[in-house]
């Protein structure tokens, strides 16, 4: 059966510089695969070229056996793509409620009623009630963004990026300033996702990849420089060199 | 409502289903009471038009007329200034186009009746826009502050591009001095409209149109304004389709401002060039800065003031008006940005709800 | 063929008053990302203040220096009171300056009048240079002579001295700037006013050419535009490329299809914009 994502010879330049270089990599429906790598390795770089805010200079990327290399951003999500942004990315002037039922409506008929009050439509009002409900914000569903904790600011980032009901979710560093307590939780939900939703995640947080991923990829200067399971990877003694070195540095200075 | 549910089932394929068969769950419901409460403002103010003429005399009428016209043209303006954070500088451009247009059926083209004239006018205002959409939106950029400059100064031209042209078009437009003995409006019925009718007229169609506008505004369509002007890149992640967005509202905003044009041409009988240029342009901006970019009914506020102020200097200071006006926009960008119509507001929600905004 | 080629020269001269005005545009716009719609207003300052010396004191030269001095002043005025405070916010800026475009122009309508100011060419300039059977009117090769001085020098700005650095510097990153420690805000006042000058500059140059009225600023602003858009921002040489090819086709246009002259130049820009939005020579911004 074909991989759900193949990505074939990626590589994007800026000028004179690779940010990311030859990258070929599959993920297979179901699978959870992570993505790690020192500051600046591409990771970013490389899921703008995936949810196509960036168009590459070379290679292909195929979802669900179609050719999306050249797609627009709007066009993957409708085919079942989603992600979520590593700087929190809401709308911070209208409710957390108001977030979440644009979210929803985006992949859903009827975004380009004109008539009737958006903020009345029944069907996604339940829908956003579940929603917000399991990710405990239904109480300050009437609260603007902007007034909303960090902790529950990437809550709902992440509750946003599900709203498509995509088929692949691109995580950028889900825990990204959470406290342990926080990131713990983030873990145990995007484990929770069962297996209709392939994730792909992009994590500093070691105890969040090695609890959500199967499979990792090591990210440095552009090139994919590891690939293998959690024993592997763990094991492995370049990524030890490269990432585990530098990751101490990070954790040192914040 | 279920607690102990893992989230994952919640989302995963329960979500669609739930939603065709959902019962009415603990949502806001707007009774009746919420809903005159909340049209109360715009109920009152219509009721106090349609006595206004019976009450005031006839150069007062002919004011409010200006004014409900220019609030008209402010609200379409804003459908993409506040709503869309679509900073269009051409906006005058659909108005005078709007006017002319009418004028020009009229004129030249025998068409009398008011209503077909009012169609035809829509139909050429949303062609225009969906031509100089396509190349306007091409230097737009993901996201207003990207790369406003440039959408701005290419719509600018658009405006005085036109205005060049009307200029030399001389014989469909009467070239630089304008075109003139634009009739009152033949609704096709039997009565003839004169100023008083007129207003009438006007108010019918202005509250008619910011009715639309105001569904429009709040609609699936309107929220997915909104959220592209907040967030365009989320949006666009989120699967909407934003440069649709973006160029349909351009061309709904222009319609709506040659509706107006269309008003402004019967009221005042003339159409000039300048009429769809930068000067006009400012104006609209000075009526939605002012009246508040962020409340629906700033706009007409700011058209309220601005006409009004025009008014008493062509009365006390005629010939000064540019600099009147100059002096308006400073103080209103360099001390009162966010618009009076905030604070209006902000007094209301004081006085009539009791609690602090 | 010789009309061809004093058309050449007519269209020549004509873009490098399109370029003095379009380049003190393209710094504000291009370098500093702060707009000023009053530009074309500052123009016909210019002039204004120009010929008021001349028809007064007889005397050019100081004309000018006072036309550019004046809307130089000016222009820094405007930044210093109102484009400072309003950093990032574009279209308030737009809505500012193009109200103090048409205050300028009132004013100048209620103390000289609503009639059209014909530049007399000075004394030193009038006349013909002939060359074969054809006949170049010598002010206009002063205007070409005066321009290309111009450009040179804002060239050799831009690549060659530290200032320009400083400049293309900010122009990328303006906080990067600052924290090596230099003023930016006083380089962005002095490119300002150095910006405003030249407008006024080119507005009492262009006055022999173009004349002067009080409601011009629109029909400049709109050339300074078109030119600014084709050419491209952030590159003196965008802004001459822009200014040449407007010039030249509003002039060929208007010596041998009088009908379609204006439109010519306005095809020119929509295609630029449809095709090649950054401008022909621009930093690539889309």
Not at chain 1, 63 to 83: E, N, W
Not at chain 1, 197 to 214: Q, R, Y
Not at chain 2, 4 to 20: N, S
Not at chain 2, 27 to 55: F, G, H, M, Q, T
Request: hydrophobic share 50%; proline share 3%.
């Amino acid at each position: 059966m074909a991989a759900l994502l193949e990505v074939q010879g990626l590589s994007v330049h800026f000028g004179g510089l690779a940010a990311v270089k030859n990258v070929t990599f599959n993920l297979e429906q179901g699978e959870r695969l992570g993505m790690i790598g020192p500051n600046g390795a591409g990771k970013t770089t490389l899921f703008n070229l995936l949810t196509g805010q960036l168009k590459p200079t070379s290679g292909k990327v195929v979802f669900k056996g179609q050719d999306i290399t050249h797609k627009a951003v709007y066009a993957r999500t409708q085919l079942g793509m989603a992600r979520s942004f590593q700087i929190t990315s809401l709308f911070p002037n209208e409710t957390v409620m108001t977030n979440a039922l644009i979210a929803l409506q985006g992949t859903r008929g009827g975004r380009y009623r004109i008539w009737g009050a958006f903020i009345r439509d029944r069907g996604l009002q339940s829908v956003a009630q579940e929603m917000l409900e399991s990710i405990d914000l239904w109480d300050k569903r009437e609260e603007v963004v902007v007034s909303l904790a960090y902790g529950e600011q990437r809550k709902l980032e992440m509750g946003l990026s599900l709203a498509s009901e995509p088929e692949l979710l691109l995580l950028d560093e889900p825990s990204c300033g959470l406290t342990p307590t926080e990131s713990a939780d983030i873990t145990e939900r995007i484990r929770a996702l069962g297996k209709k939703i392939t994730v792909l995640m992009i994590a500093h947080d070691m105890d969040l990849v090695f609890g959500v991923a199967e499979r990792i990829i090591l990210l440095h200067f552009g090139e994919i420089s590891v690939e293998g399971t959690c024993d592997e990877v763990r094991a492995n003694q370049t990524v030890k060199d490269i990432y585990m070195g530098s990751h101490k540095a990070s954790t040192a200075g914040g | 409502m279920a607690t102990q549910v893992r989230p994952a089932e919640l989302f995963v394929g329960r979500l669609m289903r739930k939603a065709v068969a959902a019962p009415p769950v603990a949502v806001e419901r707007r009774d009746a009471a919420a809903l005159l409460k909340a049209w109360l403002p715009a109920v009152v103010i219509l009721l106090l038009l349609l006595v206004l003429p019976s009450v005031v005399p006839s150069y007062i009428q002919s004011l409010v007329t200006k004014m409900m016209i220019f609030a008209l043209f402010g609200v379409s303006m804003n459908i993409l200034w506040g709503y869309g954070g679509i900073p269009t500088f051409g906006h005058a451009a659909y108005f005078g186009f709007g006017g002319y247009v009418c004028g020009i059926l009229i004129i030249h083209g025998g068409v009398s009746n008011f209503w077909l004239n009012l169609v035809l006018v829509m139909v050429f205002t949303a062609l225009l826009g969906a031509g100089l959409g396509i190349p306007a939106f091409r230097v737009y950029g993901v996201g207003a502050s990207d790369n406003p400059i440039y959408f701005l100064l290419v719509t600018l031209a658009f405006g005085e591009l036109l205005v060049r042209v009307a200029i030399s078009a001389r014989s469909l437009t009467g070239g630089s001095t304008g075109m003139s003995g634009i009739p009152y409006p033949d609704l096709g019925l039997p009565i003839t409209i004169n100023s008083h009718s007129f207003y009438f007229l006007v108010l019918l169609i202005v509250a008619v149109c910011l009715f639309v506008i105001h569904r429009l505004v709040n609609s699936h369509y309107g929220y997915a304004l909104r959220g592209i002007h907040d967030n365009e890149r989320r949006m666009q992640a989120l699967g909407y389709n934003t440069w649709l967005y973006k160029y349909t509202s351009y061309i709904i905003a222009g319609i709506f401002g040659g509706v107006a044009g269309a008003l402004f041409a019967y009221f005042g009988g003339v159409m000039v060039p300048g009429n769809m240029g930068m000067a006009m342009t400012d104006i609209v901006f000075l009526i939605v800065i002012l009246g508040s970019a962020s409340v629906y009914f700033g706009p007409v506020i700011g058209a309220v003031l601005v006409v009004g102020v025009e008014y008493l200097a062509s009365v006390y200071v005629p010939e000064r008006w540019p600099l009147i006006m100059a002096i308006l926009i400073v103080v209103v960008i360099m001390v009162i940005p966010q618009g009076v119509g905030v604070l209006l507001f902000d007094l209301w929600r004081r006085v009539f709800r009791g609690r602090a905004a | 063929m010789s009309t061809f080629t004093i058309t050449t020269l007519n269209g020549v001269s004509y873009a490098f008053i399109l370029f003095l005005l379009a380049a003190g545009f393209s710094l504000t716009f291009g370098v500093m990302g702060v707009l000023n719609l009053a530009h074309g207003a500052l123009y016909v300052l210019g002039a204004y203040f120009g010929l008021a010396i001349i028809s007064q004191l007889d005397q050019f030269w100081l004309g000018v220096v006072v036309a550019a001095a004046g809307t130089g002043l000016i222009g820094l005025g405007i930044y210093f009171f109102f484009l400072r405070h309003l950093y990032g916010k574009v279209p308030e800026q737009a809505v500012l300056t193009i109200g103090l475009g048409y205050a300028f122009a009132n004013i100048i309508l209620w103390i000289w009048g609503p009639f059209a100011k014909m530049g007399l060419t000075p004394q030193m300039f009038t006349g013909v240079v002939r060359i074969g059977d054809l006949a170049f009117p010598i002010y206009r090769l002063v205007v070409v002579a005066v321009g290309v001085v111009v450009l040179i020098f804002l060239w050799w700005m831009q690549d060659k001295t530290r200032v320009g650095a400083i400049i293309r510097a900010g122009m990328d990153n303006k906080e990067m700037t600052r924290s090596l420690g230099i003023n930016y805000g006083l380089v962005s006042a002095l490119v300002f006013l150095f910006g405003a000058a030249l407008a006024g500059f080119a507005g009492i140059m262009g006055t022999p050419i173009l004349g002067a009225y009080p409601s011009m600023g629109d029909a400049l602003l709109l050339l300074t535009l078109m030119v600014v858009v084709v050419g491209g921002t952030g590159y003196i040489q965008g802004t001459m490329l822009g200014a040449l090819i407007i010039g030249l086709l509003d002039t060929f246009g208007k010596a041998y299809v009088p009908s379609v002259a204006l439109f010519t130049a306005y095809v020119i820009f929509i295609v630029v914009l449809l095709v090649r939005p950054s401008g022909l020579i621009g930093r690539k911004v889309f």
